[in-house]
């Protein structure tokens, strides 16, 4: 019995492999780089099954992991925002529940769209949708888009009242 280096490069497809193949017969190294025994594609294949498994295996545990911790940064499990959210506040002493209409406030007006995700799976659409009837400030981007996507008019929402009562310097 003898051991050979080889390399599966070709076999492998994308993975430049190479390990250490173990033949089990009597066979000089010559005759072997000249006529692979029938067994070393059967080998390669399961080889590269194997790293397939493997591969699988490993993004659902990055997936189990993601979801585990739900992306969680902080001691009161607020899920991980985009960092330019709360840039004058501490992430980690903010509350979910406690300062809803802050958080709220932030995502629609400086959020990303996985923040808006974020919320939208935390909260749901109707607490959302009823903070933000109740806010004083919103860009009126923001104000289109909850009002569109929550199907309630644009004048149902307290920024629309006290944005029309507002007077501007220059109206443009």
């Given at each position: 019995m003898f051991?050979?280096?080889?390399?599966?490069k070709g076999l492998m497809g994308n993975n430049c492999f190479t390990g250490l193949l173990?033949?089990?017969?009597?066979?000089?190294?010559?005759?072997?780089?000249?006529?692979?025994?029938?067994?070393i594609f059967f080998l390669s294949?399961?080889?590269?099954?194997i790293f397939l498994i493997f591969e699988q295996v490993?993004?659902?545990?990055?997936?189990?992991?993601?979801?585990?911790?739900?992306?969680?940064?902080?001691?009161?499990n607020i899920p991980a925002f985009?960092?330019?959210?709360?840039?004058?506040?501490?992430?980690?002493?903010?509350?979910?529940?406690?300062?809803?209409a802050f958080i709220v406030n932030r995502v629609l007006d400086y959020g990303q769209w996985d923040d808006w995700?974020?919320?939208?799976?935390?909260?749901?659409?109707?607490?959302?949708?009823?903070?933000a009837k109740d806010l004083r400030s919103l860009f009126p981007k923001s104000l289109a888009f909850i009002s569109t996507v929550s199907?309630?008019?644009e004048n149902q929402f307290r920024c629309y009242e006290l944005l029309q009562?507002?007077?501007?310097?220059?109206h443009f």
């Open positions: 051991f050979r280096l080889i390399n599966l173990a033949t089990s017969f009597d066979a000089l190294p010559v005759q072997l780089d000249r006529f692979p025994p029938p067994y294949f399961a080889v590269r099954i490993k993004t659902i545990m990055d997936i189990h992991t993601y979801l585990g911790t739900m992306g969680k940064n902080n001691k009161n985009s960092p330019n959210l709360f840039w004058d506040v501490k992430a980690d002493d903010l509350d979910m529940e406690q300062h809803k995700k974020t919320i939208l799976n935390y909260y749901g659409l109707d607490q959302i949708a009823s903070t199907h309630i008019p009562s507002k007077d501007e310097l220059w």
